[in-house]
């Protein structure tokens, strides 16, 4: 795997939560994007799942992070 491949290291509904947990990585000096977040919620549609995205040297970093972060309630 290429390095800078994006994967996807967490998944969410909750738009305001991804964009959270995206500014805490960029604080962390981790950049990330969020796929899937600016897809509206409509009646009858099911459940959007956004997910978020860090290049591959990152990913493990980002996923111990936010482990941390939901065990502390983030």
Same mark, same amino acid.
Request: glycine share 12%; aromatic share 6%.
């Given at each position: 795997? @290429?390095?800078?491949?994006?994967? #996807? =290291?967490? #998944? #969410?509904? @909750?738009? =305001? *939560?991804?964009?959270?947990?995206?500014?805490?990585? *960029? !604080? +962390?000096?981790?950049?990330?994007?969020?796929?899937?977040?600016?897809?509206?919620?409509?009646?009858? =549609?099911?459940?959007?799942?956004? +997910?978020?995205? =860090?290049?591959?040297?990152?990913? !493990?970093?980002?996923?111990?992070?936010?482990?941390?972060? @939901?065990?502390?309630?983030?």
């Amino acid at each position: 795997m @290429d390095a800078d491949e994006l994967v #996807t =290291v967490y #998944t #969410t509904n @909750d738009s =305001v *939560h991804a964009q959270l947990i995206v500014n805490e990585w *960029h !604080d +962390e000096g981790i950049a990330a994007m969020i796929e899937g977040g600016n897809q509206g919620g409509f009646a009858g =549609v099911g459940v959007i799942e956004i +997910e978020i995205q =860090v290049k591959a040297i990152d990913a !493990d970093r980002a996923a111990n992070f936010v482990r941390k972060y @939901d065990r502390a309630g983030g």
